[in-house]
């Protein structure tokens, strides 16, 4: 044996393969030690894997919760708009309505007046009736200004843009403020022009009469100024005063509802709605209102529109002022009432027949066929308010009348409602309309000329 392992032969042979076997050995090892780290890594993975599906678990579910949060805090503020939307709507409509109701009464105290003016000679009673007729046009204009400002909330004021000459209106702004002024001793001056705008007759013509009322309510010395002039397709008003001048950091918040300043020692400070409504019918309009000041020597207020062809004007007969007409042949004529209000009606029959006119008074278009009799034939011309008691219309109530008596008489409807709906509905029937508070003058034109 020991002579085997002594042999070289041998011996060379158990090295080769000792040698295989090491060589085995190592591959086995390297492929366990493989696997074994392949083990490893896919745990590993694994371990991965479930981490970053518990983060997308919770990244989800916080997504979810936010997008939850978002839909609820919509949900509020889409309530909260609705809320504020109908309130806004309710104040809106109140206001219209209040400030309806409010014109009734008033319309009947300034007939009341009117009439009253006509029978007492007294010169004192006269002074009384006076004061007494400035307040009521001083609340007017209050109750007017809040009815403008509600409609326009409302989006129940539409704007009749078309092209307008200037010179008529700025002619009628003259006429109505050069007595004002000239009671503070102010001087008044506008300009004459023969420019053209493209605006709303009634919106333009309310923002001017506000800048120049405003003008001469704050001026103490010197007098008001209004000239207008073009550059290329724009034209612009400018209404200057001598006043105190506005403080440059309160020269926005006079456009604020309610915002005023020390008026002169010949008028009272207003309601601080002129300069409002200035900026709100300008705004609706596209008009531009700029102001320049200075303290101690005035300010000027400009209004910047576009530009019209004076050829575009349409002169529009109906446009002259029933006021400035003279009419008369009011004596005997027989004239029915359909007026729902107890103090207006009184106050309309104590001014019709103060004007010499044979009156009948009526609630309703029933009511009035009833009392046709009283007036020993069919009446002259009818007046009837829009609304009536329990939703009738004024413009059936004269139909009925009309119908019954076979003939097409002379009516006219008068309303305190301000909307275009009531004043279309009473130009399809045919009817001239009269909105309140009335004033006599015009009605006595209007009904002299429907009689004439």
């Known amino acids: 044996m020991t002579e085997a392992w002594q042999d070289p032969a041998t011996v060379e042979q158990l090295r080769r393969e000792t040698a295989k076997l090491k060589k085995i050995n190592a591959a086995l090892m390297s492929r366990v030690e493989r696997s074994m780290d392949q083990q490893l890594n896919a745990f590993s993975l694994f371990e991965t894997a479930i981490a970053l599906d518990h983060k997308v678990r919770d990244r989800t579910h916080q997504l979810r919760e936010a997008l939850h949060s978002i839909e609820r805090a919509n949900e509020g503020l889409y309530r909260a708009k609705q809320q504020a939307e109908a309130a806004s709507s309710l104040k809106s409509s109140v206001l219209i309505s209040v400030t309806h109701d409010l014109l009734q009464p008033l319309n009947a105290a300034r007939l009341t007046l009117s009439a009253l003016t006509e029978m007492v000679a007294s010169q004192d009673a006269g002074l009384l009736i006076d004061q007494v007729d400035r307040s009521l046009l001083t609340l007017e204009d209050l109750l007017r200004s809040l009815l403008e400002i509600a409609k326009l909330d409302a989006g129940a004021l539409k704007p009749d843009v078309r092209p307008l000459a200037l010179a008529p209106l700025f002619e009628q702004l003259r006429n109505e403020f050069e007595p004002i002024a000239a009671r503070q001793r102010l001087a008044l001056q506008i300009c004459t022009t023969d420019l053209a705008v493209a605006s709303d007759a009634m919106m333009l013509r309310r923002i001017l009469q506000n800048l120049i009322a405003n003008a001469i309510r704050y001026t103490r010395v010197g007098g008001v100024t209004m000239d207008c002039g073009h550059c290329a397709n724009r034209v612009y008003v400018e209404v200057s005063d001598t006043g105190p001048g506005i403080p440059q950091a309160q020269q926005e918040a006079i456009f604020r509802e309610f915002q005023r300043g020390d008026a002169s020692a010949t008028d009272q400070a207003g309601f601080g709605l002129g300069l409002s409504i200035v900026r709100r019918f300008a705004t609706v309009l596209g008009h531009e209102v700029g102001l320049s000041s200075q303290i101690g020597q005035g300010s000027t207020f400009t209004v910047e529109m576009e530009g019209a062809e004076r050829t575009e004007v349409i002169d529009e007969a109906h446009a002259t002022k029933f006021a400035e007409r003279q009419y008369g042949g009011l004596e005997g004529a027989k004239i029915l009432l359909i007026e729902n209000d107890p103090s207006g009606s009184e106050a309309m029959a104590a001014l019709l027949e103060g004007w010499g006119c044979d009156v009948a008074t ?29 939703g009738e219309s004024g413009l059936s109530a004269i139909a009925d009348v009309r119908a019954h008596l076979k003939l097409d008489t002379p009516a006219m409807i008068i309303t305190a409602d301000y909307s275009e709906k009531a004043a279309k509905e009473a130009s399809l029937h045919g009817l001239e309309v009269l909105k309140k508070p009335i004033k006599p003058a015009e009605m006595r034109a209007l009904l002299s000329f429907l009689l004439s």
């Open 362 to 390: 009526t609630r309703s278009g029933a009511d009035a066929l009833l009392r046709l009799s009283e007036l020993g034939g069919a009446p002259d011309a009818v007046i009837a308010d829009l609304h009536l008691d329990h």
